[in-house]
T-cell receptor, first 114, second 113 residues
């Protein structure tokens, strides 16, 4: 069982919809991450939050908007997505953002944009 | 920049040992991780090692590091059908401000009953 919980597990949305992905961890980790994974590819980093502040934005289009309401929660707000945005979206957390802290991943949200 | 290479496929018989190989290029001190991904699931952290170590063992898993050749291997003893998955090697610079985890393309392990 993963200690990083993501909801929903599956999401189908149209290109004009607004939806949100949610992630929660209760391990006391101070860094949280969003990754995007396309089929048969490794995960690609999107955003990093460290101590609830956005530290890294890997040139992600503005139709993806992250939010970190507190140290345990991470959201990803979606608006006006394209079909090519269909992917597995993975949340991860680590003790700290740098150094040796390994990342712990959730089971992901499988997003389909129609 | 960092680059991590892995072979894409490995097939073994149940009960045999599996060895998954990885090479990396980062020249500075680095942490090296192994993750397992089963179909439809996220990434499960299996183990990790610092680049100044040679070996780490955890139950059926043994990680060997050849620092000179920048070669990392994951050995799974007594491989079971439940070990069928994609295994990702990943590296991260040890610096305090380093966020980027560089993944290999993943090795798909198939276990034949």
């Amino acid at each position: 069982d993963t200690e990083v919980t993501q909801t929903p597990k599956h999401l189908v949305m149209g290109m004009t919809n607004k939806k949100s992905l949610k992630c929660e961890q209760h391990m006391g980790h101070r860094a949280m991450y969003w990754y995007k994974q396309k089929a048969k590819k490794p995960p690609e980093l999107m955003f990093v939050y460290s101590y609830e502040k956005l530290s890294i934005n890997e040139s992600v289009p503005s139709r993806f908007s992250p939010e970190c309401p507190n140290s345990s929660l991470l959201n990803l707000h979606l608006h006006a997505l394209q079909p090519e945005d269909s992917a597995l979206y993975l949340c991860a957390s680590s003790q700290e953002a740098g150094g040796s802290s390994p990342l712990h991943f959730g089971n992901g949200t499988r997003l389909t944009v129609t | 920049g960092e680059d991590v290479e892995q072979s894409l496929f490995l097939s073994v018989r149940e009960g045999d040992s599996s060895v998954i190989n990885c090479t990396y290029t980062d020249s500075s001190s680095t942490y090296l991780y192994w993750y397992k991904q089963e179909p439809g699931a996220g990434l499960q952290l299996l183990t990790y090692i610092f680049s100044n170590m040679d070996m780490k063992q955890d139950q059926r898993l043994t990680v060997l590091l050849n620092k000179k050749d920048k070669h990392l291997s994951l050995r799974i003893a007594d491989t079971q059908t439940g070990d069928s998955a994609i295994y990702f090697c990943a590296e991260k610079d040890s610096g305090a401000g380093s966020y980027q985890l560089t993944f290999g393309k993943g090795t798909k392990l198939s276990v034949i009953p």
